[in-house]
């Protein structure tokens, strides 16, 4: 009988590509999804509307983080192998802009969601998708699994507090419990708010003549940044293991935002100086200076380590992001 997963988060960066890894070892996947006024379904529809594409389907079901009892019924009823818990408010800058929500869904979620299992489906593996935020004021370079924490935003504070949940229920209940510490990662299907999608979909759009200028904030703070679809193999990896654990997951290189909008434009054979603005409106009250990873634990145990090169992955965004500009502009958009 197949394996079946579900994922709270499915509609996000990660989810959409874990569904699909997950669809593709034959997996019957479930997806929580929030009501929403409009489409939030977007990253996932490809999957969902063809369910011959991989031989099983994807099941969507309304829930909702801030409602305990939902997460109830879900499990109740799923009886899952495997629950990989993506959902958050992610979004570190409105994380001080709505502390308390961020609190509730993004710290809170995850007791609902690890309360939930505890009285539906104990046996169930669980995945916290635990961050490198975490590490905030960095106590150590790189950062590893027994780095301590300073988290520098609501964000990191409720990311601090899931991760102790999980390793507790791990303890106290003898879950198999799960944390993946992910380093930054992203995508063509990384949120357009978040720093590298701003500067690839700003790309597109200034080539096509429909922008001129590109409003940044802080542009000397540095990141580990990798390629999402390879993440979320590390997650499954994680999940298939005998007990459960902590991983770091990162490439082991660190680059400045400055740096990636460099290369950004220069890919685009664009004059970064012509266009990019700084605007303090988008400074954080307090800043993660420098993020970088050791995933020597990952490789050695998991046999997981990163593929795309830095230079790379800057690539596949910018001509992302060029083509579904011009896919958009010829109304052809369908999302990848
Ligand atoms: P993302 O694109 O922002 O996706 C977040 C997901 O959470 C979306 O599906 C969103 O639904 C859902 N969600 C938000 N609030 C919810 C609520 N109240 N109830 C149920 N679902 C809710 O994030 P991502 O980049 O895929 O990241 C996945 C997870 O990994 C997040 O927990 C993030 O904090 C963590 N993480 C990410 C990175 C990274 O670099 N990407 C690194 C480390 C850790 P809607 O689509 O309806 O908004
Ligand atoms: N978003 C954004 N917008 N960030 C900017 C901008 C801007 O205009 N200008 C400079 N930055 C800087 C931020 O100050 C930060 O130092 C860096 O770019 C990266 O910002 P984000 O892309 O918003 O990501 P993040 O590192 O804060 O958080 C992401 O990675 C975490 C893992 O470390 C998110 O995906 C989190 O959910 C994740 O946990």
């Known amino acids: 009988m197949a394996k079946k997963a579900l994922i709270s988060g499915v509609t996000g960066q990660d989810g959409s590509y874990l569904a699909e890894l997950l669809l593709s070892k034959g997996y019957e996947v479930h997806g929580v999804i929030r009501r929403s006024s409009s489409f939030n379904t977007d990253r996932i529809e490809h999957l969902y509307q063809d369910p011959h594409v991989h031989g099983v ?8 983080l801030s409602d305990g009892a939902s997460l109830q019924h879900l499990l109740h009823d799923l009886q899952p192998d495997e629950i990989y818990h993506l959902g958050a408010q992610s ?3 409105v994380s001080f802009d709505i502390p308390e929500y961020t609190g509730d869904i993004t710290a809170l979620g995850t007791t609902r969601l690890l309360e939930a299992i505890r009285e539906c489906c104990p046996k169930a593996r669980f995945y ?5 935020e975490m590490y905030g004021l960095v106590q150590a370079v790189p950062q590893r699994e027994d780095t301590p924490f300073y988290p520098r935003s609501p964000y990191g504070a ?4 899931s991760y102790w949940m999980t390793v507790n229920y791990r303890e106290s209940y003898g879950l198999h419990a799960t944390n993946g510490i992910l380093f930054n990662h992203k995508s063509p299907r990384r949120g357009e708010t978040f720093v590298t999608r701003k500067v690839t979909r700003a790309i597109a759009r200034i080539k096509a003549g429909l922008q001129q200028d590109l409003f940044m904030g802080n542009l000397e703070a540095k990141r580990d940044w ?19 654990d902590d991983f770091v997951v990162a490439t082991g290189e660190t680059h400045s935002v400055q740096e990636f909008i460099e290369e950004a434009f220069a890919c685009a054979k664009l004059d970064w100086k012509q266009h990019v603005k700084i605007d303090p409106r988008y400074y954080r009250p307090a800043e993660v200076d420098l993020l970088i ?22 690539r596949i965004m910018v001509q992302a992001d060029d083509d579904l500009l011009a896919a958009q502009l010829s109304g052809k958009h369908v999302r990848a």
Not at 128 to 132: E, G, R
Not at 158 to 161: F, G, R, S, T
Request: hydrophobic fraction near 40%.
């Open 158 to 161: 409720a990311k601090v507090y």
């Open 91 to 93: 979004h570190v800058r």
């Open 226 to 244: 990798g390629y999402a679809p390879e993440y979320v193999e590390a997650m499954w990896l994680m999940l298939q293991q005998e007990k459960g």
């Open 57 to 64: 389907k994807l099941f969507l079901h309304y829930g909702d």
């Open 128 to 132: 916290q998708a635990s961050s490198s």
């Open 293 to 314: 990873g050791d995933a020597s634990k990952a490789k050695r145990l998991l046999g997981w380590q990163p593929k795309t090169t830095f230079k790379n992955l800057v």
